[in-house]
């Protein structure tokens, strides 16, 4: 064990009994734990739960790191199975909060002034309690405004990085010892979780966050986003405004006055976050929403959130485009073009299996068509092709799975395929009004511009190198070590019939001299000569057979 491990020896000891509580005896076996045997014999392996399940109720006995990342897992469809991750996006991170006393301290703590110097009125009993915060009501001394304070839970950065360490130190070794989760690349799983749940707890990033989201949205939208108040943010505050409402998945069907147009604006505002923004919310879910009083969709806890660049967008629409219309050509185009993949793909194929899966999510009843979804099992497909999506696009891909799922919650029977089809035909347009394109000969001019200007300066370094003799050029060849083999076997041969085409006539000169000692009557060094040449001839001749090189 190494001395992260021995510092940490206490809650390492903490999860190896509840991985022996669900019945990973297996997992704890491999990694060679000291002292497993004695544990083994206190918790007995639970046989009422599948795999998938007990990995679930695991996370959540071990507390707000592993519930996280099984949140942050749960974005990611390329990584693991489906139904892994159907477990994971039920993960619960509700739980008891902290006193008044400790929530006090923190916002002292990080704001070096007494509560009741920026809160003339905060409420004890919090909205909300999750595993890395808890949220509260209170009335900001300033301006009078109601707002919902975001507080970080004492030392749950502390506690994060020790459970960080410790899942490092187990992801190392699964992947040393178990050859069937290197697939999976546990090393590099575990990084990724760590570096998103470090961002999670920098709130003043996720202040900037929602004050990029409330840039790009449209007043007149029935999705709203709450306005950050900056001057009382830190990395352990959040302040905010303070929504008036329900959250959806509280919400009964009879509570909307238009259910309808509501789902169907909150899939517009979804998808233009994605293709028009490129800034969007990266997990919509029903306990990330709230309903306002004027029907409004509220997105709130804007801690994880995608983005993705003007050329993504232009090639996400057009393969969203591609998937809508079945275009069986334009998909396998769009996604060898994002997947940038270097291998050989048989394209005919590809498309053949794209076509066949999309007849199947099609042939399904309009409610139950999910874009998302489709989008998730091409993905799935993709791999077997060794076609990976970047992650940008495969957290879209999730965010939309989420966001349809939410919009259905709203309208159970809404035509998803049929509004997303429309809408984003309409985005696609939009790339080509005038504006757009003369942006686009814009940017082509300004870069070839600078080409023009880049060139002749080029050409003349060149220049001057070959007039002071520096010019020097590189050369790598590539696939060549097939020609190069049958170079030396030529060579090789033509040396060995060479040299025993000189032993013939050495030896034949000998024999003719007539001179001792003697061998059946003949000079010996001519004939031992002889012998010698019509060994390696012989053995020249086999070789030439077995090969087939003749």
Same mark, same amino acid.
């Given at each position: 064990?190494?001395f992260?491990?021995?510092?940490?020896?206490?809650?390492?000891?903490?999860?190896?009994?509840?991985?022996?509580?669900?019945?990973?005896?297996?997992?704890?076996?491999?990694?060679?734990?000291?002292?497993a045997?004695?544990?083994?014999?206190?918790?007995?392996?639970?046989?009422?739960?599948?795999?998938?399940?007990?990995?679930?109720?695991?996370?959540?006995?071990?507390?707000?790191?592993?519930?996280?990342?099984?949140?942050?897992?749960?974005?990611?469809p390329?990584?693991?199975?489906?139904?892994?991750?159907?477990?994971?996006s039920?993960?619960?991170?509700?739980?008891?909060?902290? /006193?008044?006393?400790? %929530?006090? !301290? *923190?916002? +002292? &703590?990080?704001?070096?002034?007494? $509560?009741?110097?920026?809160?003339? #009125?905060?409420?004890?009993e919090?909205l909300?309690?999750?595993?890395?915060?808890?949220?509260?009501r209170?009335?900001?001394?300033?301006?009078?405004?109601?707002?919902?304070?975001?507080?970080?839970?004492?030392?749950?950065?502390?506690?994060?990085?020790?459970?960080?360490?410790?899942?490092?130190?187990?992801a190392?070794r699964?992947?040393?010892?178990?050859?069937?989760?290197?697939?999976?690349n546990?090393?590099?799983?575990?990084?990724?979780?760590g570096?998103?749940?470090?961002?999670?707890l920098?709130?003043?990033r996720?202040?900037?966050?929602?004050k990029?989201?409330?840039?790009?949205?449209?007043?007149? /939208?029935?999705v709203? %986003?709450? !306005? *950050?108040? +900056? &001057?009382y943010?830190?990395?352990? $505050?959040?302040?905010?405004?303070? #929504?008036?409402?329900?959250?959806?998945?509280?919400?009964?069907?009879?509570?909307?006055?238009?259910?309808?147009?509501?789902?169907?604006?909150?899939?517009?505002?979804?998808?233009?976050?994605?293709?028009?923004?490129?800034?969007f919310?990266?997990?919509?879910?029903?306990?990330?929403?709230?309903i306002?009083?004027?029907?409004?969709?509220?997105?709130?806890?804007?801690?994880?959130?995608?983005?993705?660049?003007?050329?993504?967008?232009?090639?996400?629409?057009?393969?969203?485009?591609?998937?809508?219309?079945?275009?069986?050509?334009?998909?396998?185009?769009?996604?060898?073009?994002?997947?940038?993949?270097?291998?050989?793909?048989?394209?005919?194929?590809?498309?053949?299996?794209?076509?066949?899966?999309?007849?199947?999510?099609?042939?399904?009843?309009v409610?139950?068509?999910?874009?998302?979804?489709?989008?998730?099992?091409?993905?799935?497909?993709?791999?077997?092709?060794?076609?990976?999506?970047?992650?940008?696009?495969?957290?879209?891909?999730?965010?939309?799975?989420?966001?349809?799922?939410?919009?259905?919650?709203?309208?159970?029977?809404?035509?998803?395929?049929?509004?997303?089809?429309d809408h984003?035909?309409?985005?696609?347009?939009?790339?080509?009004?005038?504006?757009s394109?003369?942006?686009?000969?814009?940017?082509?001019?300004?870069?070839?511009?600078?080409l023009?200007?880049?060139?002749?300066?080029?050409?003349?370094?060149?220049?001057?190198?070959?007039?002071?003799?520096?010019?020097?050029?590189?050369?790598?060849?590539?696939?060549?070590?097939?020609?190069?083999?049958?170079?030396?076997n030529?060579?090789?041969?033509?040396?060995?019939?060479?040299?025993?085409?000189?032993?013939?006539?050495?030896?034949?000169?000998?024999?003719?001299?007539?001179?001792?000692?003697?061998?059946?009557?003949?000079?010996?060094?001519?004939?031992?000569?002889?012998?010698?040449?019509?060994?390696?001839?012989?053995?020249l001749?086999?070789?030439?057979?077995?090969?087939?090189?003749?």
């Amino acid at each position: 064990m190494d001395f992260k491990t021995l510092t940490n020896l206490g809650r390492f000891k903490e999860i190896v009994v509840v991985l022996m509580k669900y019945g990973f005896h297996d997992v704890i076996d491999r990694m060679e734990i000291p002292g497993a045997k004695i544990i083994k014999k206190l918790h007995d392996m639970d046989d009422g739960l599948g795999t998938f399940e007990r990995i679930r109720f695991a996370c959540e006995e071990l507390g707000p790191t592993f519930v996280k990342a099984g949140q942050i897992l749960s974005l990611r469809p390329d990584l693991l199975p489906q139904p892994l991750l159907d477990e994971l996006s039920k993960l619960q991170d509700n739980v008891a909060p902290e /006193s008044i006393a400790q %929530i006090r !301290e *923190v916002i +002292e &703590k990080t704001t070096g002034k007494s $509560l009741e110097d920026t809160f003339s #009125v905060f409420e004890v009993e919090p909205l909300a309690a999750a595993s890395i915060s808890q949220v509260h009501r209170a009335l900001i001394n300033d301006n009078d405004h109601i707002a919902s304070v975001k507080v970080q839970r004492p030392d749950i950065r502390a506690k994060m990085e020790t459970d960080l360490n410790i899942l490092e130190i187990v992801a190392n070794r699964l992947h040393e010892r178990i050859d069937e989760l290197k697939t999976y690349n546990l090393p590099d799983i575990v990084y990724m979780i760590g570096r998103t749940m470090i961002h999670e707890l920098d709130f003043k990033r996720e202040a900037r966050n929602i004050k990029i989201a409330r840039g790009y949205a449209d007043e007149h /939208s029935r999705v709203y %986003i709450p !306005e *950050v108040y +900056e &001057k009382y943010c830190t990395e352990h $505050l959040l302040v905010m405004e303070y #929504v008036q409402g329900t959250q959806l998945k509280d919400m009964r069907n009879e509570c909307f006055t238009d259910p309808h147009s509501l789902a169907r604006d909150g899939l517009h505002a979804a998808i233009d976050q994605i293709l028009k923004d490129g800034f969007f919310h990266a997990d919509p879910h029903p306990g990330n929403v709230i309903i306002t009083e004027d029907q409004r969709i509220c997105l709130i806890d804007w801690g994880m959130t995608g983005r993705l660049s003007e050329r993504d967008r232009y090639e996400l629409i057009y393969l969203l485009k591609a998937v809508l219309e079945k275009d069986g050509e334009a998909m396998v185009y769009a996604f060898l073009s994002i997947a940038h993949s270097d291998e050989s793909v048989d394209r005919r194929k590809l498309e053949r299996d794209l076509l066949d899966m999309l007849d199947s999510h099609y042939a399904v009843p309009v409610k139950e068509m999910n874009i998302g979804r489709l989008l998730m099992a091409i993905t799935e497909m993709l791999g077997e092709y060794q076609l990976r999506l970047p992650p940008a696009f495969v957290i879209m891909i999730k965010a939309l799975v989420t966001a349809e799922g939410t919009v259905r919650w709203i309208y159970q029977d809404l035509d998803v395929f049929s509004e997303a089809r429309d809408h984003i035909s309409f985005l696609a347009l939009e790339r080509f009004k005038p504006d757009s394109l003369w942006k686009d000969f814009n940017i082509t001019f300004t870069q070839w511009f600078r080409l023009r200007q880049e060139v002749p300066r080029r050409l003349e370094k060149i220049l001057q190198k070959a007039e002071n003799g520096d010019l020097t050029l590189g050369f790598r060849h590539e696939n060549l070590m097939g020609i190069r083999d049958t170079l030396e076997n030529v060579s090789n041969r033509l040396t060995f019939g060479v040299i025993i085409a000189a032993m013939i006539i050495g030896s034949s000169m000998i024999i003719t001299t007539g001179i001792g000692p003697f061998l059946f009557g003949f000079p010996a060094l001519g004939v031992v000569g002889y012998i010698i040449s019509g060994v390696l001839g012989l053995w020249l001749i086999f070789n030439i057979i077995r090969g087939r090189k003749f």
